[in-house]
């Protein structure tokens, strides 16, 4: 099972920070529509794609989002530079010097975030790094009036970080912002065009969440209107694999194969579906990696915690230089990644199912 390029590139260059994923919906859309019996949208964005199987049950869910951090508008000073509120997790150096899509009611508007010139600082400032709030951005604008009537600025308005797609010097190694959680939707698409010809013994829902990076806000809607018996979440991996990340902070590398987080701030995995992953694993000698996080949150949580509580695992495609402009990824991994899910849920019948949510 391979993934097209072509659909890694559309999804990883659309503009989506939390709570403005539409044209990641679109893409979705389009791309699940042929794969599935109905398409829904819950109150606030999810986009909710199912299919039927041979019995109405289990009902299995798999969770991706669309949304990828950002920034918002928060006001424009006299002089017509930007200033912002953060979505979801940045740090206050990956925010600096780069390059950014504001997405205005007239269109997209491009700009910067300017810094102070290396030629007028002291050697103390040069190597102290720069403070949130003396970070903004630079779209050209004259003055606060030229931002909001030549250039269509609002408060309130989405920025998305500008950065394209490119395989890495021609390589598997694919650069692009976003993968965090793009890749987990390309792997959602290829698992349900998997069961067009091998039909499940449930239904499958392929659930593509918004607002993940601000609180998992889609994953808890959605999940009340799935109403999931197993939950199986798609993310992006915290690859250790690089100068200056220890082994005791993130484990998973790159092309090593799939990810099974083990722990991490929302949520424990159900054991017994680990090792149904480790088994599927096994049959198919897909390698498997573990990550066991002190920090990061993830969909699973919310699937796992709807109702009276469903078993959850979360599976990861490993990616280096999360929440930046530019993260890396390895294509063998993705593909891997839809053979384990692809394999896992043709074992989800409701005897299996039963099993793992037997205490
Ligand atoms: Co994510």
Do not use: C
Request: avoid cysteine; charge should be negative.
């Amino acid at each position: 099972m391979t993934v097209d390029t072509k659909i890694l590139e559309e999804l990883t260059n659309a503009h989506g920070p939390s709570g403005f994923e539409g044209p990641v919906r679109d893409i979705m859309r389009r791309e699940l529509e042929p794969l599935s019996d109905r398409i829904e949208v819950d109150g606030i964005g999810s986009l909710i794609a199912s299919k039927d199987g041979a019995s109405n049950s289990p009902r299995i869910m798999l969770a991706a989002h669309m949304d990828e951090v950002g920034l918002m508008v928060k006001y424009v000073t006299d002089d017509g530079y930007v200033k912002f509120q953060a979505l979801g997790g940045l740090l206050d150096s990956a925010l600096i010097g780069q390059r950014w899509v504001i997405l205005t009611h007239k269109g997209p508007v491009h700009a910067v975030t300017g810094m102070k010139t290396v030629h007028v600082m002291t050697p103390e400032e040069r190597s102290a790094g720069f403070k949130r709030d003396d970070i903004f951005l630079d779209a050209g604008a004259t003055s606060k009036e030229d931002a909001a009537s030549r250039l269509g600025i609002r408060p309130g308005d989405p920025i998305a970080p500008d950065s394209k797609f490119e395989a890495l010097n021609g390589s598997d190694y694919l650069l692009g912002k976003a993968w965090d959680d793009r890749i987990g939707l390309a792997v959602m698409i290829e698992v349900m065009r998997s069961v067009q010809e091998s039909p499940i013994q449930g239904t499958l829902y392929a659930v593509s969440t918004v607002q993940e990076e601000v609180g998992l806000r889609g994953a808890q809607t959605s999940s009340y209107i799935v109403k999931p018996d197993i939950g199986i979440n798609i993310e992006s991996g915290v690859a250790a694999d690089y100068p200056g990340i220890t082994q005791d902070e993130a484990q998973e590398r790159l092309g090593s194969g799939p990810g099974v987080f083990l722990h991490d701030t929302t949520m424990l995995p159900n054991l017994k579906l680990r090792d149904l992953v480790i088994d599927v694993a096994e049959e198919n000698d897909i390698p498997l990696q573990f990550e066991v996080l002190a920090g990061y949150g993830e969909d699973g949580a919310e699937m796992q915690r709807s109702f009276g509580g469903a078993p959850v695992v979360n599976i990861s495609v490993p990616v280096r230089y999360l929440h930046t402009h530019n993260g890396i990824i390895h294509r063998r991994d993705i593909d891997q990644t839809i053979e384990l899910v692809s394999k896992l849920v043709q074992k989800l019948d409701q005897a299996t199912v039963d099993g793992v949510r037997s205490f």
